[in-house]
Every structure is written in structure tokens, then in C-alpha cells.
């Protein structure tokens, strides 16, 4: 497979004549809304008149990513490492894309939505309910409790209990933490349409480490361990092999067949040949058995290695796949207004001769 031993790029497209920021809002008055650190939470949201009385219609909410620490150790060396990831995010604006973006040639169906995001600073998949102790070195994981804040700042600040449709997604740890609050952002916003799309998480077509001579910190291990750390209930009662079959919400799973962040999860190599066709094969069988057995879960999968495409202006908006060479974006589009064609795949063989040469996914 000559394919994979290339490296593959991203590039971004420019918001030309849009204004693509979001602007900072701080979850301060929100006691329990904390970063690891201690410090607030905070998110972006689109710019808006104090005075503008008529509440959006439309919302897109989106969680952003970047890993875990299940472990005090772990996070002590993340929050060194890392410090962003940690503490509260301090930018008055940030640039909008992907799913976000502003621009309709990069966004043509959801630019006019009114546009959310949700930094990531409590490293536990925004699940977490436990206050920083000796116990935990310190370190707070209180996701959870910062994702219903930020909801409850929302309906104050732009009254978003009355939006009509809320597209509800993540990328990452953030399609993670998706996937644990799909049905919990309805319970929060009972009076919209909530349509949820995990990007880049917990579509595996294993759940233990594919070789045991290995250090493989697996994503199974991850959840046993970190669930407990974090104080997560939805953890501990989480289906890795199959959760989209208990999901309420409408659901739309974006991954690359060759998911970077799932093969190296489960110990497998993305220059071996072998493992590569071990991984598409079977990520291939999950995929038809998802479309036979809950047809109304839409699947994009682009046939190629990468990670998060939703947050991401070339993948989104511009990466074809499939027979009708359909893009994310338009698959979403389908989705949200109840086409038929909400699976959308590569066709790959079992030596992946009809996979993509070239994925710009990040």
C-alpha cells in the first residue's frame, strides 16, 4: 500500500470579504465552570447587538478537542506541556472555520447559524464533576458542569431556549464529549431540534489494544480509569463497541477510515501494511453493519489516514468522497433535512485500491 507511506497536508482557506471571529464570553459567574487549573471557563460565541431582541433560530455548538489525562501524573505533565489546555482561554476573539466558518464558500449551508465554541481546559472529555483535591493533585475535571454553564449563559445572554435547530458538534475529545452529552444538551434545551455530530471519536472497530506486548494505553482502559478520576457516570455506562445505538438525538459520526488517533489507541502502526489492512477491513464491517442496522445514523468516512475534519475549512467544505463525491458538508446538509443519503464512504477493498491517495484531514 505506497499510498499511506506519503505524508498527507492541510491547508485552510481565507475568509476573504466575511468576518470570521468569535468573541469571548467568561463563564466567571459560574463557580463550578473551572479549567484544570482552578481558573474560569470561558467560550466564543458570534458577534450580537445588546439590543437585537429576536433570538437566533439556528445554532451551531462546537466542542473543541485535544486529548486527556486519566491519570495525576498525566495531567501534571499535559498542564506543563500544554498550558492552554488547562487554563482559561484569554483571546478576545478567535477565527471561526469549518463548521464554524462564516463563509459560504466554505460553509454553504450552516455560515448563517449562529456559531458557539467551547475551548477545551479540563482535559477529562467534558464529563467531569470533581473539584481539584489532594487527591488529584490539584487538577479539577469539571467539563460537564462547564458545558451546562456555558447552555445556561447562552439562554440568558442570546435566549438560546428558543432556537428552532441546534447542531451540536465536536471534534476529538470534543466528538467525545458529544457523544456523552448528545441526549444531555436536549434534557438542557428541551424545545430544539438537537442534531449531533461526533468528528473524530469512538468509531473503532476494536476495543481492546490489538497487541498486548505493548505499552497501549487503549481507549477502553482510558474510560475504566479516567471515568472514575473524572466522576463521569456517562462513562461507566458507555457502549465503546455500539453507543450510537443508544443515542435519542439525531447522530452523524464523521471519521477517516484510518482514524490517526484510533490506531495509534490500539497499538497499531500507520506505516504497516498489515495493520492498515487489519484496521480497514474491519472499520469497513462496522461501517455496513451502522448503515443496515440504524440507518438513520448518518457516517461520512473519507478512505484515508487523518483525524479531525469538522473544525477544518478543506476537510469540511472540500474534501469529495464516495460515488457522488459528496463533501462533509453536504452530508450534514442531508442529514438535517432528512435525505436518504446520509452514508457516505470510499469504496475500499480489502488492499485499499479505492482509497484516496490524498486526505487533507488534520
Not at 472499520?283 to 438513520?296: C, E, K, N, S
Amino acid at each position: 500500500m505506497k499510498m499511506f507511506s506519503e505524508h498527507f497536508f492541510v491547508f485552510a482557506l481565507c475568509c476573504s470579504h466575511v468576518i470570521c471571529v468569535l468573541q469571548h464570553v467568561s463563564l466567571s459567574g459560574y463557580p463550578d465552570a473551572v479549567c484544570s487549573d482552578g481558573t474560569p471557563a470561558a467560550y466564543y460565541r458570534s458577534p450580537r447587538d445588546k439590543d437585537d431582541a429576536h433570538a437566533p433560530d439556528n445554532y451551531v455548538i462546537f466542542l473543541e478537542g485535544g486529548g486527556y489525562c486519566h491519570d495525576v501524573n498525566a495531567c501534571d505533565w499535559r498542564c506543563q506541556m500544554a498550558p492552554h489546555l488547562c487554563t482559561t482561554p484569554e483571546s478576545e476573539t478567535i477565527q471561526n472555520s469549518g463548521i464554524l466558518s462564516d463563509d459560504a464558500g466554505i460553509n454553504p449551508y450552516f455560515h448563517g447559524y449562529f456559531k458557539v465554541d467551547l475551548p477545551y481546559c479540563t482535559s477529562d472529555m467534558y464529563v467531569g464533576r470533581r473539584f481539584g483535591s489532594e487527591l488529584t493533585k490539584g487538577h479539577h475535571f469539571q467539563g460537564h458542569r462547564v458545558l451546562t454553564a456555558m447552555i445556561q449563559s447562552l439562554i440568558a445572554d442570546v435566549r438560546i431556549d428558543k432556537a428552532k435547530r441546534i447542531l451540536f458538534g465536536g471534534s476529538s475529545a470534543g466528538g467525545a464529549g458529544v457523544a456523552f452529552n448528545c441526549d444531555y444538551m436536549k434534557s438542557l434545551l428541551p424545545r430544539s431540534r438537537i442534531h449531533c455530530i461526533v468528528d473524530a471519536a469512538f468509531f473503532y472497530p476494536e476495543t481492546h489494544p490489538f497487541s498486548e506486548d505493548e505499552p497501549c494505553e487503549s481507549i477502553d482502559k482510558v474510560l475504566a480509569v479516567g471515568g472514575v478520576l473524572w466522576d463521569s457516570p456517562e462513562v461507566s455506562g458507555f457502549h465503546l463497541d455500539g453507543w450510537w445505538g443508544d443515542v435519542r438525538q439525531d447522530l452523524l459520526i464523521g471519521i477517516a477510515r484510518f482514524d490517526q488517533f484510533g490506531l495509534e489507541s490500539f497499538c497499531h502502526n500507520e506505516t504497516s501494511e498489515r495493520d492498515l489492512d487489519t484496521w480497514g477491513a474491519a472499520i469497513g464491517q462496522i461501517a455496513r453493519d451502522l448503515r443496515w442496522r440504524y440507518p438513520r445514523v448518518g457516517l461520512f468516512m473519507p478512505g484515508c489516514i487523518g483525524h479531525m475534519m469538522l473544525n477544518d475549512d478543506a476537510a469540511f467544505g472540500g474534501l469529495p468522497v464516495g460515488e457522488r463525491r459528496l463533501t462533509y458538508s453536504d452530508t450534514a446538509w442531508n442529514w438535517v433535512n432528512g435525505s436518504r443519503d446520509i452514508h457516505v464512504m470510499d469504496t475500499c477493498h480489502d488492499d485499499q485500491s479505492g482509497c484516496q491517495k490524498y486526505c487533507r484531514v488534520n
